[in-house]
C-alpha cells in the first residue's frame, strides 16, 4: 500500500510536469512553424512574381499539406488589402503587421505572426499565417490522453508490483517465524538457513541461531543437572530406606535403634547439604546470589576458616598454614564467601597426599584494588586436560578416588564458588601441575572504605563438611 501511495504521488507530479513541459514545447513547435512558413512564403512569393496562379498553386499546396495543424495564409498588398486567403481563414481584423506571434494561447482563438515584406520590385506587401488554436489544443488533449493512459497503467501496476516486492522482501521473515513457531524446548536442533546476502534478515537469521545455540547449551546443561541431581539424591534416599527397613523388620534393642537412627541422620545430613548446595546454584541462576550489596571482612573468615580446618587436616597427614593475612573488606554475604573459602580449603586437604601440605594466603593487590585469596597444595594436582571442566557442575575429575572417601564430595563445591565469586563481579583460576599440587586464586573487588561494616545478616545455610 505504501509503495501504491509513493507510486502514486510520483505519477502525479511527474504526469504534471511533463504534460507542462510537454504543453510548452509543442507551443513552441507551433510557433516555429509559423516562422519557418512565413520565411517559405516569402520565397514562394519572390518565386512565382508575378505569376498569382502559380503562387496560389504553392500556397495551397503548402495549406493542404498542413491541413491538421489548420494553418492558413493570407497576404496583403502594399495598401493592406487583403491579396490572397487560404479558404480556412478566420475573419479577422486587418493586420497590424507588427511581425509578431501574438495573443497569448488560451485566450485567442488563433494565433498568427505577421511580416512586412519588401518585394523585388520595391513595392511592400504583408504576410499573415497562423492557426486555430483548436489544433494545439488537440494535440494537448491526445498528449494529455497518453500521459493518463500510461498513468493508469502504472497504478495499475503499482500495487501488483508492490505486493510482489513486499512478498519476497517478507518470505525469509516468513520461513524465520515457521521455523521458531515450531520450535520446541525438547527440541532445538533446527536452525535458520543463511543465504549468505549479508543483509538485515541474514543477521537477524544468525543473530537468532546465536541465541538458539545458547538457549540449547544452557538446556542440555540443565537437562544434565537435573539429572545428576536426581541420581545424587537417590543414594542418601535409598540408604535412609535401607537402614528404616532393617529397623522396623523385626523388633530392635533400643541400642540397635540409636545406631539405625544415627546412621539415618547422617544421610538425612548428607542430603541437605546437597539440596543446600543445589539451593545456592538455583540462586545463582537466577542472579539472586551473594548479597552484593552486603560487605564481608574477608581475613576474618578466612581465619576462621583455616581454625576449622585444621583438625581435619591433621588428621589426614596433612600440614595447613595460614600464610599472609591482609585485612581485605569485600562485597558479599558472609554465608556464601565462607562456603568458598571453605570449599577451597577443603579440596586443598581432600585432594592431597600424606604427608601434605596446605598453605593459605590472603593479599592486598592494591594495583587492581582486589583482593587476593590463594590456596595451595601439594597434593594429586589436576590433569591438564580435565583442568577446564573442574567448574562444571557435578563434575568429579577423578570419581573412584573420591567416591571411596568418607568425604566424597558431589563435585558442586568449584562450581558454587565460581558462580559465587562470578555474582560478586570477581575472578577464579586455577593453575595444576599433575601429581605435584594446585593452587587456586580468587579475586574479588575490594571495598576500600572499611567503616559501614554491614552485617550480612543471620541467613546462614547449615553446610556440613565436605563440598
Ligand atoms: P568435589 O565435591 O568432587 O570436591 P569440586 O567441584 O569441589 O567437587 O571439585 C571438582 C573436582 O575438581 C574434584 O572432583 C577434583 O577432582 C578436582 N579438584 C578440586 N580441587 C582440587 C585440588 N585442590 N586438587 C586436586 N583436584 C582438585
Known amino acids: 500500500m505504501w509503495i501504491t501511495l509513493v507510486v502514486f504521488v510520483m505519477v502525479l507530479v511527474t504526469n504534471i510536469t511533463v504534460s507542462e513541459l510537454e504543453q510548452q514545447a509543442l ?25 498569382k496562379e502559380q503562387l496560389e498553386k504553392a500556397l495551397l499546396e503548402k495549406v493542404k499539406d498542413n491541413e491538421y495543424r489548420t494553418w492558413f495564409l493570407q497576404l496583403y498588398d502594399e495598401k493592406k488589402d487583403l491579396y490572397w486567403s487560404s479558404g480556412n481563414a478566420p475573419k479577422l481584423e486587418p493586420p497590424t503587421f507588427v511581425g509578431e506571434i501574438n495573443g497569448p494561447y488560451d485566450e485567442k482563438k488563433h494565433r498568427v505572426y505577421e511580416k512586412k515584406l519588401r518585394k523585388a520590385s520595391g513595392e511592400n506587401y504583408y504576410i499573415r499565417c497562423g492557426f486555430l488554436h483548436v ?19 502504472i497504478m495499475l501496476a503499482a500495487p501488483l ?25 525438547s527440541n532445538l536442533k533446527e536452525r535458520l538457513p543463511i543465504r549468505g546476502t549479508g543483509d538485515e534478515i541474514d543477521q537477524l537469521s544468525q543473530t537468532i541461531n546465536g541465541m538458539l545455540d545458547r538457549l ?8 544434565d543437572f537435573v539429572a545428576n541431581a536426581a541420581h545424587e539424591l ?11 527397613e532393617v529397623g522396623l523388620n523385626r523388633s530392635r534393642t533400643p541400642e540397635e535403634y540409636a545406631v539405625i537412627l544415627s546412621d539415618v541422620m547422617e544421610e538425612i545430613g548428607r542430603l541437605a547439604g546437597l539440596v543446600n548446595r543445589l539451593l545456592i546454584l538455583a540462586e545463582g541462576d537466577a542472579g539472586s546470589v ?26 589426614n597427614g596433612v600440614r595447613l598454614t595460614l600464610g599472609e593475612l591482609a585485612s581485605a573488606i569485600v562485597p558479599g554475604d558472609e554465608t556464601y564467601l565462607r562456603q568458598v573459602v571453605r570449599n577451597l580449603i577443603d579440596n586443598a ?40 571442566r573442574i567448574f562444571e557442575r557435578f563434575y ?42 594446585s593452587t587456586f586464586t580468587v579475586r574479588l573487588p575490594l571495598i576500600e572504605d572499611s567503616t559501614p561494616l554491614a552485617h550480612s545478616g543471620d541467613k546462614h545455610i547449615p553446610l556440613p563438611l565436605g563440598s
Open 216 to 223: 540449547a547449551s544452557y538446556l542440555n546443561q540443565n537437562r
Open 396 to 437: 568429579r575429575a577423578d570419581k573412584a578416588r573420591t567416591r571411596e572417601k568418607e568425604r566424597a564430595g558431589y563435585g558442586l563445591g568449584l562450581s558454587i564458588c565460581q558462580t559465587v565469586i562470578q555474582a560478586l563481579h570477581g575472578e577464579i583460576a586455577v593453575e595444576s601441575d599433575a601429581g605435584r599440587g
Open 290 to 315: 551473594a548479597g552484593k550489596d552486603q560487605f564481608t571482612r574477608l581475613d576474618k573468615i578466612v581465619r576462621e576458616s583455616a581454625d576449622m580446618f585444621d583438625a581435619v587436616a591433621e588428621l
Open 27 to 51: 507551443r513552441q513547435g507551433y510557433d516555429q512553424f509559423l516562422r519557418d512558413s512565413l520565411e517559405e512564403v516569402n520565397v514562394a512569393v519572390a518565386k512565382f512574381e508575378p505569376g
Open 161 to 185: 508490483g508492490g505486493y510482489v516486492i513486499a512478498l519476497r522482501a517478507t518470505r525469509p521473515i516468513s520461513q524465520i517465524i515457521a521455523t521458531t513457531a515450531h520450535l520446541q524446548p
Open 349 to 388: 586437604i581432600k585432594y592431597n597426599r600424606n604427608p601434605g601440605d596446605v598453605v593459605v594466603h590472603l593479599r592486598v593487590d592494591s594495583a587492581r584494588k582486589q583482593a587476593l585469596l590463594i590456596v595451595s597444595d601439594s597434593g594429586i594436582g589436576i590433569d591438564e586436560e580435565v583442568l577446564p
Open 234 to 244: 537417590r543414594s542418601p534416599l535409598a540408604a535412609i530406606r535401607t537402614s528404616v
Open 135 to 153: 489544433a494545439l489544443q488537440d494535440d494537448i488533449n491526445q498528449l494529455n490522453r497518453n500521459i493518463l493512459l500510461a498513468s493508469i497503467s
